[in-house]
């Protein structure tokens, strides 16, 4: 095929398409908010603390399957992806909303965990669309991409828990009318903007592209950082009557709205810049490391014996060639330690505020989410500059995510006053580093051809952790420390209801720390090669620009 000449429209359309996603992955954090409703699920089935914990895990289950939208991700166009997805969720929160609502009897337990399923699955379905849309659409930038869209999935929690306490005064069912309608009614949205698309055709194009890409993420991310400060704010305000309450809620969807400004900014552009020059030469799809140019075509047999060879750290892998590497595994186990302990902190919220004397926990979510947030969008960001100026290998960051997160664990363990408060922060914080960090991670090791699944692999941590942490060892030990109430269920106040749980997962953790410093020895020659390569490109670029 010859090279395709993009009209300028396209590069609104790119910038809009990432907008539509930024919406999307700022209603798509609703796994983390079932400590909301927790505790009336818990009254109106009359659950022990294990089989609590035991529906959340099948929440969590629900991203095992997100393989399927992994494996759908290559065959299938962006809108069918969220379509999938948001219908997904409808069905899933709107059943739980007729159980906490009591429109309808409680449903067994076997069909709730069915429901809790397909509400975490949905959110699968989401992400895969944005992150591997957005990811290929801006290739030269992914740690900002990777930083803001996961930084908007962590504010999520606080959106939503922030909009439910202004408007709806903490209601439960309230809350999962919000989880229900409102994804489904974005995604819908998303659906006629979120598109690949192609790359540049020229090498000047390209680079001046990639400029262009860099100013304006700082643009996004200093209207994400408004947003998280504005909703930390409202957090803090203890007594709010209807009119701040409205005026809070009419302020937050403008500042949801405010990343606009850039597709407008970007079509006025386009619409006053000169015609477009002719293109002097193609430029055809780029790998993420520079080969040298080849003078002549390879031979068969130099094709057959290319193909099956195993690629090395950098290059193209399949989803076979990747699980055959060390490196992945060693990725996939820290990643568990980091997510699966941070998630179990997040499932088990409601209970452990209330251990601790604390009767609305809504505070500690939001911070989990605000500073989850932080840790997303400033790893990101960070992460890019130390790697394009020092080739500073991702996996150290997690691996210092990893430190921050033992602290946060014994801080909680220790139960001292405020140690609920401390501990929520690091843990958001680090919880976030690790997924953001741990995406464009696993794209720049193993390629983005079969990216969507790969991701979706290591996102089976996820249920993975949740199940050995949450289910397994909090709901057990939690279970051991509390008394029966009447009517069935149990319950356990004081600072020795979690303690265990919060020494275990900070050793955990430690483990993950020595595989992160593992896998940052390991990559170090290929961070330094794409050091090289994003400094050559930069060169290039300002050549073209004085030529």
Not at 133 to 144: A, E, L, V, W, Y
Not at 307 to 318: A, D, K, Y
Not at 346 to 367: E, H, K, P, R, T
Request: charge should be neutral; proline fraction near 4%; include cysteine.
């Amino acid at each position: 095929m010859g090279s395709l000449k993009l009209p300028p429209s396209t590069t609104v359309l790119k910038w809009l398409g990432f907008v539509s996603a930024v919406w999307v992955q700022a209603i798509s954090g609703n796994n983390y908010t079932f400590s909301n409703y927790s505790d009336v699920l818990k009254s109106l089935m009359n659950l022990t603390q294990l089989q609590l914990n035991n529906l959340s895990v099948a929440k969590d289950v629900g991203k095992a399957f997100g393989l399927l939208a992994g494996i759908a991700c290559d065959r299938f166009p962006t809108w069918v992806i969220l379509l999938i997805g948001s219908l997904e969720g409808l069905l899933g929160y709107g059943a739980q909303w007729l159980v906490v609502s009591q429109r309808i009897s409680p449903l067994p337990y076997w069909q709730m965990c069915i429901f809790l399923c397909m509400g975490g699955n949905s959110t699968t379905w989401m992400n895969t669309a944005v992150l591997v849309t957005c990811i290929r659409n801006f290739r030269k930038n992914r740690g900002p991409v990777s930083g803001i869209l996961k930084g908007y999935v962590g504010l999520s929690t606080a959106i939503f828990t922030d909009l439910c306490t202004a408007l709806f005064s903490d209601d439960p069912s309230s809350f999962l009318v919000m989880l229900s309608v409102v994804p489904f009614a974005v995604c819908l949205f998303a659906m006629f903007f979120l598109r690949e698309i192609p790359p540049p055709t020229t090498a000047a194009k390209a680079a001046a592209d990639t400029q262009e890409e860099s100013n304006f993420f700082a643009v996004f991310n200093a209207l994400a950082v408004i947003v998280a400060v504005y909703l930390l704010c409202f957090d803090f305000i203890k007594n709010f009557g209807t009119v701040v309450s409205q005026l809070f809620s009419a302020g937050l969807l403008i500042l949801l709205g405010s990343p606009l400004i850039i597709p407008i900014y970007s079509f006025f552009k386009n619409c006053h810049s000169n015609s477009a020059q002719s293109d002097l030469e193609t430029q055809t799809e780029e790998p993420l490391l520079k080969e040298e140019a080849t003078v002549a075509a390879p031979v068969k047999e130099e094709i057959t014996e290319e193909e099956q060879r195993q690629p090395v750290i950098g290059e193209e892998h399949t989803i076979i060639q990747a699980v055959k590497t060390i490196d992945f595994w060693v990725l996939f186990i820290s990643f568990l330690c980091g997510v699966g302990t941070g998630l179990a902190v997040m499932n088990n919220m409601g209970q452990i505020g209330l251990a601790l004397g604390y009767a609305d926990v809504s505070m500690f979510v939001s911070l989990i989410s605000i500073w989850g947030f932080f840790g997303r969008i400033l790893s990101g960001s960070l992460s890019e500059h130390f790697l394009k100026k020092l080739g500073t290998p991702r996996p150290l960051w997690n691996a210092a995510s990893q430190i921050l997160m033992t602290i946060g664990y014994i801080l909680m363990a220790m139960a001292m006053p405020g140690s609920l408060y401390i501990g929520s922060v690091i843990v958001g914080l680090c919880y976030g580093v690790r997924l953001s960090i741990t995406v464009p991670t696993a794209s720049e090791l193993f390629g983005l051809k079969y990216y969507g699944l790969i991701y979706n692999i290591l996102i089976l941590n996820l249920p993975i952790g949740s199940f050995l942490f949450s289910g397994l060892l909090a709901g057990f030990l939690y279970d051991m420390e509390a008394t029966p109430t009447e009517g069935g269920g149990n319950t356990c106040i004081g600072g020795h209801c979690y303690r265990i749980v919060f020494v275990v997962m900070a050793l955990a953790c430690g483990i993950g720390l020595v595989l992160d410093i593992w896998l940052a020895y390991r990559t170090k020659g290929l961070y330094s090669k794409l050091k090289g390569n994003k400094r050559s490109k930069k060169g290039s670029s300002n050549n073209s620009s004085l030529s």
